[in-house]
């Protein structure tokens, strides 16, 4: 094994441990409420009987066999959980071990493990500018391990992030009714048109990851900026009361932006910023959704 792949796997161990200490709490918060949405699918149809809700009434099947018939529905056994993880180039962004990739990576071992021990399948889909990666849906922690992994060593140098391609992709692969959960810093051309489609049919979360540096906190100096998106160095002026207001300000329309694209489909929204304790902060926001529901 070279030194590179086992550096890596300590990575992803370490991850998985401090997402193990938050997992206890995410599923004492009732996992299953949580994301089920109606949680009931079409069983079969059967006679009509006095008490019978009448919004169950087939009228199709009623004006074909002249017998009042309803639909039958049963509870959802499993959910299907996808999660779509940004890797553009932009993800590289913040100091060594505290990247938004790294975050990414533990993101993805909470909710992946989360799934896995409720019995649900769990399927990731990485993304740049184009589908990267998918992985179908398992039940098993080899799963989310390799997701991690995939996430972890990819090379984002030079990728742009565009989320429309994805969406497109998990429309056409979902076959059931399932929870979303896009993991990004959103920092791509509009993508709504795509979003209201998968909307209608999934429950969605917006995820979005950020550094504090890019809403212009903790700034002091001046820094060389690398974007690795287009490969460009930049000089920051960290000092520049300017430059930390023009930050904020651009951090707060993207947020208010957000926030008003997943009331408009349905999807639900929570900024989670690499310096903050986000596992504690994805329990507390996953349990007030439950109780909300």
Known sequence: MTPYRQNLLQAVAQLEIRSRKNLASLLAGDYRS????????????????????????????????????????????????????????????????????????EVTSLLGLAAIKSGDPFSTLLFSDQVNSYLPPRRTQDQ????????????????????????????????????????SDFLMPDFAKELASLSRRHEVILLHGYDDAERGTGLSGVYPIWDPETQEFLILDGSSRRTRRLLAEHQTSLTNSLQSLGRACGADYLPLSVEDDYLKRMVRFFRQRSGRR
Not at 41 to 64: L, N, Q
Not at 165 to 179: G, H
């Open 34 to 105: 949580t994301f089920r949405g109606s949680g009931m699918h079409f069983k079969e149809f059967r006679r009509y009987e006095p008490g019978d809700d009448i919004r169950h009434m087939s009228w199709t099947v009623t004006a074909r066999t002249r017998h009042p018939t309803i639909k039958i529905y049963e509870e959802e056994r499993e959910l299907n959980v996808l999660l779509m993880a940004d890797v553009s180039g932009s993800t590289l962004f913040g100091e060594a071990g505290r990247r938004k990739i790294d975050m990414y990576a």
């Open 144 to 183: 989310v391990r390799i997701a991690m992994i995939r996430i972890l060593e990819g090379s984002p140098e030079r990728r742009r992030s565009d989320l429309r391609p994805a969406l497109t992709y998990a429309q056409k692969v979902l076959k059931a009714r399932s929870l979303i959960l896009v993991l």
